[in-house]
Nanobody
Framework: QVQLVESGGGSVQAGGSLRLSCAASGTRFSINSMAWYRQAPGKQRELVAEILRGGSTHYADFVKGRFTISRDNAKSTVHLQMNELKPEDTAVYYC????????WGPGTQVTVSS
């Protein structure tokens, strides 16, 4: 059974930094895409950043220059370094991987106060 375990969420003041991590285990398939999504109260879930197995990355416009996604294929982990955090970054952040299907972690809360 595939499990995604997220860590690193928390509360921080505007301008601060947090680093999210997600470890995938139990998959029999190669992980192609690893990504972070977020969902703020009353809003739809949206893609924050994605990284493919070969290292190609894609960022949402609202995080470009502030967030960096990285992965370790050998450890099946993905990280999101979040700098210059803003109150509007407050959301539940979800790790997602695509193997034979798209899988989701339980989410981790990120709260940015002004």
């Amino acid at each position: 059974q595939v499990q995604l375990v997220e860590s690193g969420g928390g509360s921080v003041q505007a301008g601060g930094s947090l680093r999210l991590s997600c470890a995938a285990s139990g998959t029999r398939f190669s992980i192609n895409s690893m990504a972070w999504y977020r969902q703020a109260p009353g809003k739809q879930r949206e893609l924050v950043a994605e990284i493919l197995r070969g290292g190609s990355t894609h960022y949402a416009d609202f995080v470009k220059g502030r967030f960096t996604i990285s992965r370790d294929n050998a450890k099946s982990t993905v990280h999101l370094q979040m700098n210059e955090l803003k109150p509007e970054d407050t959301a539940v952040y979800y790790c997602s991987v695509i193997t034979s299907s798209q899988l989701w972690g339980p989410g981790t809360q990120v709260t940015v106060s002004s």
